[in-house]
């Protein structure tokens, strides 16, 4: 389905109103959806198709997922956690999982960047040079 630009824009202001503080509000989100589902202005399909696509870009790009090879300590979970923070920002959701694949090391993917520090990375590369 094509989105007219009016679409678009509407769909972008009903995004910045769901924002407390810069971050999202998903209370507000429902809400939103609910009153354009009430009024159904014209083309509300399309702009609450462009919301729904913007709600999942930001949820994206406030997730973070944290695998190693071995269950990581407290003590580096924490700090991992506080680097992150600082460098992406409050309101970050964080999990840690364990990938026995990555050999040792650990690999960051926070929305669409991918810090990969793992073994298995290396050798890969390794292997590629060759």
Do not use: W
């Amino acid at each position: 389905m094509k989105i007219s630009k009016q679409a678009r824009r509407e769909a972008k202001q009903l995004f910045r109103s769901c924002l407390v503080n810069g971050l999202l509000d998903e209370n507000r989100a429902r809400q939103t959806v609910q009153r354009v589902l009430e009024l159904k202005p014209r083309g509300y399909v399309a702009i609450l198709s462009h919301f729904q696509r913007l709600l999942k870009l930001d949820i994206e790009r406030r997730t973070a997922i944290i695998e190693s090879a071995v269950a990581l300590a407290q003590e580096v979970r924490d700090k991992v956690q506080a680097n992150l923070n600082r460098v992406y920002g409050p309101g970050l959701n964080i999990s840690f999982a364990q990938n026995p694949a990555l050999i040792g090391g650990m690999r960051i993917k926070v929305g669409s960047d991918v810090y990969d520090g793992s073994i298995q990375a290396r050798l890969s590369a390794l292997q590629e040079s060759f």
